[in-house]
Each structure stands twice: as structure tokens, then as C-alpha cells.
């Protein structure tokens, strides 16, 4: 299962001045489903109605199933695109009963056929005792799931799915967030979908593609996004990071917690800086300790710690719920990252390996988990 | 895959309809063109007006000039003046009275004081005459014991003056109920809990706060007052309206009517002009977006039998005198013999022709709201302002522009319903875009959007989503436009083929005449017919 359905080429789109999507290049291989993960503004949304049709880019092509159904020459209407979309407040026609809201993209059926993949459809997202009603009638959980059905009932090529949670309240998002990955799997669906929660995005998503002022940075399976990130940007915003001023020496990396296996050749001596994820770092207490708790923020699986370094460098750490250690606390840092990703420091370092919008040179190792504080 | 069981390839089941298409995400043909073409023949009377007075060339401006062109001027001003001041004294007090205090009856009082808006303004000019003017109704009844022979003059400006603030009041009345109930009342607690005392707040806070929409309503007044026909017609006040009539009527050369309708025009863009402003203007004074918690009843105490003396004389004189007035000559009317039965043709061609009014209006209207608001841009928000021109034009002066052009241009349409029909549209035309404007920001695009990716071209999306959700906005528009029509005078009276009468025309014909009985049944039938459509809004919104 390889085959690309979906994939767009410099697929560009201003707005005046501003640059909503920019050069960017995306694919989706059959039955995958994508993530487009970035904070507000970055395109991702922008992205998703060009896919669907409803914007005209400026530069760049859209391939559906190899053929052009965007580029220079070409516009193809939404109509004729065979692209399903689950808009973000669902756009439900009001005037319409949920089964006639499903089977609104039905119209070339027979009666008889059109009966059949509603109720069908209906079956799949668990409303088929609900036909009758009307989307004000039913809570947000249900009209979300008719709007899966609907978009899902003329069978499109690729579903898009725009912030598909965010209008549900947070208790009910991770229960409807199953739900639904369910359903599109159980179809066999191609999707993209947009969010802005990481979260979100590393629960349903087959591989994720995190975008920045309209680039994207990086995209891969929600691991790699997470452990061995690209840019900057990436390690920044998927997932919270320290960035722990280092330095090479020879095959290895020495920094204020530890020294790692360099994931790259570099000259010793070049000053990098080696990101550290809160469950990289482990606290022990010790009266001998020479970091200090600073903060704790309890999250109820666990606690953020924040801590002060001899050097003054604060880092979190990540501990179990149950280890509480107050303010002033002396503690011993233990870091083990299991995989040591390096970007190079932005003043000293020569350009070297791929360069990236950051300025940075990233590039990543397998380490064992080691180092000691 | 349950949901696929449509049986087949994907291709083989697919939904969609193949082809290859260059279109630009731009507005269909069928949209923009009957847009373009609505926008241009509206705005054809205003341009006729300007092309044939600048046509008719020094003499027209020579006419202008006279002592007798000023002399109409400072009466409309004078008399536009007096009916905003008097329509603010009343609507501003009513308004607060009803929607923030304790008031005994308030939903009552809400109700009753907004009720005059259904009464056209010459027939509250024919109570004023048929109370008031010689042998009318005061007059008799102070002939017999008291002797009396004659009653001040009641024709000229204060009779004039007198109807229009009693019909006109609801339009500052209701503009500042809406901003009042609008407003978020935890800026006047803000206010209070600063050290302010009741009065200071309501000036400090709650009355800067009303200004935008009481200029608006203001204003609106001002304009009504300009370009109303009816009441200064029947009180024989020499406003704009009243001498472009007689000019026309009177003289072969029509060229001073145009000139003096040009002028007319003018002033009433100008009115407007400074009204946009004070709405554009409101903005910054809007209050919290959304539904705002309702304020606390301001406590009356003693001063409530005031206000309700108040509420009682506004109630007395804009509704229940008019009324009782229409009621004696009808009865009067009866008695002497007069038949009902004259009425049916008068009714009959007043509903036919606010009906086809109402349909050709809504209709006309359609496409360019959807390019107003669909596919907003520089051209396509001038093509919406265009079709304002009938908000500017006094419907007098669209009367006598229709009837030079149709005269010189469109002989076989020259006093046909089509070109009434077509003056109606142009009058009312910016009420029906108003009403659909807002029914169609309330659809979604999101909506639009979906039906499109489910395979459904452009025309359909109109046809299946957009106009049915709209329907709430069509029919409100259509209400408003057939109650519009329904009281329409001065078109009417000038477009209207020969021995087409309706129920406005032959009631000013026969007030005018002095036959005050004859004309009481038209009256009522009028102001009866006019709430019809208004109390269907009233109880669609209460629902």
C-alpha cells in the first residue's frame, strides 16, 4: 500500500502580503491518514481548502489519483473533484434531516441505491436510529459523526477533516476522537486532517506533517516527529524542550548533564545545543544535589518539574505523580535521552549537512539511554 | 467497508461527475448578470432625471433660482426640522419607558406605541383635516353648542408638521428600543459602582451610547419627512414634494418638476450621506457581541402615573383618535347611504399590484445580494450601494422620471402596470436586498462549501442550500415590500394606468375632494391590510 492518492507540488497562496501557504509539498498514500499539525496561522487550514477546491492557488499543481486537478491550466470545481470534507462547525444543513443530509451527495443514485448507502453509512457511524431528526436535535457528538457520514457516503478519494475536534468539549474529544478513527479505518479512508494538537494528531494519524508560516518542517510517522525532529521549530512546538548548550569532543557530545555518542561528525569543539525532552530528564533527591527544584506544575499523570542547573540553566523534567519534591529541594539530574539530536549553535558553527529555515543544522544519533548527572 | 457496498470498482461507484474545467472561483454568469442588469436599471430614473434637467439647460436653472424655489426649500427644511425635534421628544422617552423600567402594562404600551407605523401618512393627514379643518369633526361638534364658526387654520405647517411626527416617532422609537435592549447593562452598573448616581449615568453612559442610533432614526425621520407626499398633499403644505406634484399637474412644461425633483434628490443623498456616517460611526460603540443579559426594571415609584399619562396621550393621538376619527365618518358615511362595494376593484388592483410588486422585488433582489455578499469586493459592493438609489429617491421624484422617460422612450409601456410595477421595484428595492442581505450572512458558507464537495454544481447549491435557508429573509422582505406597495401614494397617483385605482389613490381622491365619509372605508381597509404583514413578522420573531 504505497500508491499516493493525493499530493500537492509548490503548492503556493498569498493573501495581499501574506504568505498563507508557501512552496509547500504533501502527499497521501492510500488508506493513510495525515496529520497537518501546526499552530494557528500557519496554513494548515488554507492548505486543506485548496486540496478541496474552494481557493485558487497562486502557484503549484494538485494531483489527485496522478492526474492534475490544479495547476496553471487547470481549476477543477469542488463538484468535480471527488474530495469529501468534515467542515470544522460540521456545516450541517439545518433545513434537512440527518438522512437527507447524508445522502445529499447521493443525487446521482437510484432512489432505491441511495436509500441502501445511507442507511448504510448511517450504520457505520452507529446513527441509524436516528434518520429522522434534525442536526439541531442532536448533541455535538452526533453531529459530528454525521457529518463524517455524509462526507463519507459518496465514497470521495480522500476525506479531508478541518479541526474535526475542536468544537467538541474535552471531555467528550478523546471518546469521539476513537470513534472516529475507527470509522475511517473500518472504511479503508484516505484523510487529511488538520489540527493544531499534537495530541490529537500522534492519536489518529498515520504520519504526520507539521507546517510553519506556510513551510512545512518536517513530516514523518509521529515518532520520528517527536524523537529525532528536523528543525527547531519542530522540537519546539511538537512536544515541550530544553535545549542544553554543548560541545564536541571528538566522537562524543559533553554537556552540563552528560555526554552522549555525537550523532555526527563535527569538528571538536563546535558549540551545539542538544534538545532534551521532560521524560529525558530524572530527578533523585540528594542534599548533595547541585540542581534545585524551582516549580512544580502537577498534571495528575505526572509532574513538571522545573529545575535550576549549577550553570543557572533552568530544564523540566517529567516525574511520576506520586514524586513530590518541594520548592528549594536539592535534587540530582539524571539525563538519558534515547536518541541525541543536536542542532548547531547559530553563531559558531559553519553551515554543514542539510540547512533549514532555522539556520541550524540538525541532525540526529541512536544513543543508548546513558549519561549521569 | 460497509459503506462502500455500492457495489464495484471505486470508479464504477463513484458519485461524481468527471470533467476537466478552467473556472475561476469567481461569480457564476447566472449570478453576476442579472445582478448587473437589476443594478443598471435602477439607477436609470436618477440618471434620466440628471440627463433631462441638465438638458433643458438655463431655463431650468433660471426657475431654480427664483424667490419661490428658496421659499420651498426653508419650508421642506423648516417642516423636516420641527418632525425630527418633535419624532426624538417622544421616541426617546418611549423607548426608555418600555424597555428598561417598571412601567405597568410595558409589553402593552411596546406594542400599541409602535402600531402607527402602519399608518400611512395621508391618511393620518385625512384624520388631521377630517378632525380638525372646516367641517370636520371638532367643528361640529362646537358649532352646535357653543357657536363656534371657525377653528385656527389647521391646513399649512402645523397640521402638516402634526401627522408627520405622529406617523414618523416609531422609526427613533424603535432604533433606540433595539440599541437599548442592545446594550450590555454592566457598563451602566460599571457606571454606578464608579460613584455615578441614576441621571449622571444615563447621561454619561447610557445616552453617548444610544446617540448612534438615535441620529440614525433621526435622520430616517428627516428623510421620511422630505420625501413624504401624502401628508403635505392633503394639508396643502408647499414642500418639495407637494410643488413638484402641482408643477407637474399644472404646467405643460414639466422641466421645473425635474429640476425641483433633482434638488429634492440632492438633499435627500446628502441626509444619507450623513447618516452612513454615524452608522459606520456605531461601531465603535457597540456593545458586546451576542446575547446580553437583560438589565434590571428601573423602579418608576411615583413618577409611573406620568409616564403612563404619557404613553396614554402618544397612544391616544397616534392611534386610537385616528382610528375613532376613521370610524365616525365611516359610520357617518353608511348612514348617508354611501356603498361599500365601490371598494373590491380599489382592494382587488392594490393587492394585484403590491403582488407583483413583491415578487418582481424579492426576485430582483436575489442575485445581487448573492454577489454582495458572496463574492464581496470593491465593484461588486457599488453594485449593491446602486440599487440603493430607491432609499434616496423621493417616490415622487421616480414617478415623474418614469413618466418622461416612458412618455419619450416607451410609448407602448406610457401608463402600463409593468412600468408601475417597475416604480415599485426601484422604491423598494433596497427593503427586499436589506432583508435577504441578513438571511444570507446568516448561511454559512461553510454550508455552501459542503454541498460543493458533495458533488453538487454551483446552480443546485443556490437552488438545494441557499435559497431554502433563506426563506425566513424572502418572505420578511416580501411582507415588507407588498406593505410598502399597499401604501404607496404618489407613484401611484402618477404612473398608474387610467382608471386604475387603488385603495390609496381613491382615498385621496375622494379626501381631497372633501367626501371625508367616502374616503373613512379605504382608510381603515389600508391600515387594516398594512398590519397584516407586520403582525406576521411580529409573531415569526416572537416564535
Known amino acids: 500500500m504505497s500508491e499516493i492518492v493525493l499530493q500537492c507540488e509548490a503548492l503556493t497562496k498569498h493573501y495581499g502580503p501574506v504568505r498563507a501557504v508557501d512552496g509547500l509539498d504533501v502527499a497521501v498514500e492510500r488508506g493513510q491518514i495525515l496529520a497537518l499539525l501546526g499552530p494557528s496561522g500557519c496554513g494548515k487550514t488554507t492548505t486543506l481548502r485548496l486540496l478541496a477546491g474552494f481557493e485558487r492557488p497562486d502557484q503549484g499543481r494538485i494531483l489527485l489519483e496522478g492526474r492534475a486537478i490544479s495547476d496553471a491550466r487547470t481549476l477543477l470545481p469542488p463538484e468535480r473533484r471527488g474530495i469529501g470534507m468534515v467542515f470544522q462547525d460540521y456545516a450541517l444543513f439545518p433545513h434537512l434531516t440527518v438522512a437527507d443530509n447524508v445522502g445529499f451527495g447521493l443525487h446521482r443514485l437510484r432512489p432505491a441505491e441511495r436509500a441502501d448507502r445511507i442507511r448504510a453509512v448511517l450504520k457505520l457511524v452507529g446513527l441509524a436510529a436516528l434518520e429522522e431528526r434534525y442536526p439541531h436535535e442532536l448533541s455535538g457528538g452526533q453531529q459530528q459523526r454525521v457529518a463524517l457520514a455524509r462526507a463519507l457516503a459518496p465514497q470521495p478519494k480522500v476525506l479531508l477533516l478541518d479541526e474535526p475536534f475542536s468544537n467538541l468539549d474535552a471531555d467528550l474529544r478523546a471518546q469521539v476522537r476513537g470513534e472516529v478513527e475507527q470509522i475511517l479505518r473500518s472504511a479503508a479512508t484516505t484523510a487529511i486532517f ?118 543557572g540553566r533552568g530544564v523540566h523534567s517529567s516525574s511520576p505523580a506520586y514524586e513530590v519534591y518541594a520548592p528549594r529541594t536539592s535534587v540530582r539530574v539524571l539525563a538519558h535521552p534515547p536518541h541525541v539530536v543536536v542542532f548547531a549553535h547559530k553563531r559558531a558553527v559553519p553551515q554543514k549537512g542539510p540547512a533549514t529555515s532555522q539556520g541550524a543544522s540538525p541532525s540526529t544519533a541512536e544513543a543508548p539511554s546513558a549519561g549521569d548527572g | 467497508m460497509q459503506a462502500a457496498e455500492g457495489g464495484g470498482t471505486p470508479a464504477a461507484t463513484s458519485v461524481y461527475r468527471r ?260 452608522r459606520g460611526r456605531s461601531r465603535y460603540y457597540r456593545s458586546t457581541a451576542g446575547a446580553v443579559r437583560p438589565a434590571a426594571a428601573v423602579r418608576l415609584g411615583g413618577w409611573r402615573w406620568p409616564a403612563l399619562a404619557f404613553c396614554s396621550v402618544v397612544a391616544l393621538f397616534a392611534l ?116 435577504e442581505r441578513i438571511s444570507l450572512l446568516q448561511v454559512r458558507p461553510s454550508l455552501e462549501e459542503a454541498a460543493r464537495s458533495l458533488g453538487r454544481p454551483p446552480l443546485q447549491v443556490l437552488a438545494r442550500v441557499t435559497i431554502p435557508l433563506m426563506r425566513p429573509g424572502i418572505a420578511a422582505g416580501a411582507a415588507l415590500v407588498f406593505l410598502l406597495t399597499m401604501k404607496e401614494l404618489p407613484a401611484t397617483l402618477i404612473l398608474g394606468p387610467i382608471g386604475f385605482k387603488t385603495l390609496a389613490t381613491s382615498l385621496w381622491s375622494s379626501a381631497s375632494e372633501g367626501f371625508f365619509a367616502r374616503a373613512a372605508a379605504p382608510a381603515l381597509l389600508l391600515v387594516l391590510a398594512s398590519s397584516v404583514p407586520l403582525a406576521i413578522l411580529t409573531l415569526r420573531a416572537r416564535r
Open chain 2, 19 to 278: 470533467g476537466q474545467g478552467a473556472r475561476a472561483p469567481g461569480p457564476p454568469v447566472f449570478v453576476w448578470a442579472p445582478a448587473v442588469l437589476v443594478a443598471a436599471g435602477v439607477a436609470l430614473p436618477l440618471a434620466y432625471l440628471v440627463v433631462r434637467t441638465l438638458g433643458s439647460g438655463a431655463e431650468a436653472w433660471e426657475l431654480l433660482a427664483r424667490g419661490r424655489t428658496l421659499a420651498i426649500l426653508g419650508r421642506s427644511l423648516l417642516l423636516a426640522l420641527v418632525v425630527t425635534g418633535a419624532t426624538v421628544a417622544i421616541g426617546l422617552p418611549l423607548a426608555w419607558l418600555t424597555v428598561r423600567t417598571d412601567l405597568p402594562l410595558r409589553r402593552v404600551w411596546s406594542v400599541l406605541t409602535a402600531l402607527p407605523l402602519v399608518i400611512p401618512s395621508y391618511v393620518i393627514g385625512f384624520v388631521v383635516v377630517a378632525a380638525l379643518g372646516p367641517r370636520g369633526m371638532l367643528q361640529g361638534l362646537l358649532a352646535g353648542p357653543l357657536g363656534v364658526e371657525r377653528l385656527p387654520e389647521i391646513y399649512g405647517f402645523p397640521g402638516a408638521a402634526l401627522s408627520l411626527s405622529l406617523v414618523s416617532f416609531p422609526y427613533v422609537l424603535l432604533g433606540v428600543r433595539g440599541a437599548l435592549a442592545r446594550l450590555d447593562p454592566a457598563l451602566e452598573e460599571a457606571a454606578r459602582s464608579l460613584g455615578h448616581g441614576g441621571w449622571a449615568t444615563f447621561r454619561k453612559v447610557t445616552l453617548p451610547l444610544l446617540r448612534p442610533a438615535l441620529a440614525a432614526g433621526a435622520l430616517l425621520v428627516a428623510l421620511y419627512t422630505l420625501s413624504d407626499f401624502g401628508a403635505v398633499s392633503m394639508l396643502r403644505y408647499e414642500t418639495f414634494t407637494w410643488a413638484i406634484y402641482l408643477q407637474y399637474q399644472t404646467s405643460f412644461d414639466r422641466s421645473l418638476a425635474a429640476a425641483l425633483s433633482l434638488v429634492l434628490v440632492v438633499i435627500a443623498v446628502a441626509i444619507l450621506a450623513i447618516e452612513a456616517q454615524t
Open chain 1, 194 to 311: 488538520v489540527t493544531h494538537d499534537q495530541e490529537e494528531a500522534f492519536a489518529i494519524a498515520d504520519r504526520v506533517a507539521v507546517l510553519n508560516e506556510g513551510r512545512l518542517e518536517q513530516v514523518g510517522t509521529a515518532e520520528e516527529v517527536y524523537h529525532l525532529p528536523l528543525t527547531r521549530f519542530v522540537a519546539d512546538f511538537v512536544g515541550r524542550a530544553d535545549f542544553l548548550p554543548g560541545r564536541f569532543t571528538g566522537d562524543s557530545v559533553e554537556t552540563e548533564l552528560g555526554r552522549w555518542p555525537a550523532p555526527l561528525d563535527l569538528p571538536p569543539g563546535t558549540e551545539v545545543e542538544v534538545m532534551l525532552r521532560p521524560d529525558d530528564i530524572s530527578l533523585v533527591a540528594d542534599p548533595g544535589g547541585a540542581a534545585v527544584v524551582e516549580a512544580r506544575q502537577f498534571r495528575g499523570e505526572e509532574n513538571i518539574y522545573t529545575v535550576r542547573l549549577p550553570s
Open chain 2, 320 to 435: 386610537a383618535l385616528p382610528l375613532a376619527v376613521l370610524g365616525y365618518w365611516l359610520a357617518r358615511g353608511l348612514g348617508a347611504g354611501e356603498t361599500l362595494h365601490l371598494l373590491w376593484g380599489p382592494m382587488v388592483n392594490s393587492a394585484y399590484a403590491s403582488g407583483l410588486a413583491a415578487v418582481a422585488t424579492v426576485a430582483a433582489a436575489l442575485p445581487v445580494v448573492f454577489l454582495a455578499v458572496r463574492y464581496r469586493s470593491l465593484v461588486t459592493a457599488l453594485l449593491e450601494r446602486m440599487t440603493y438609489v430607491g432609499f434616496a429617491l423621493p417616490g415622487i421624484a421616480i414617478a415623474l422620471s418614469l413618466v418622461f422617460f416612458g412618455a419619450n422612450y416607451l410609448q407602448p409601456l406610457y401608463q402600463s402596470l409593468a412600468l408601475l410595477v417597475f416604480a415599485y421595484l426601484v422604491l423598494f428595492l433596497p427593503t427586499a436586498v436589506g432583508a
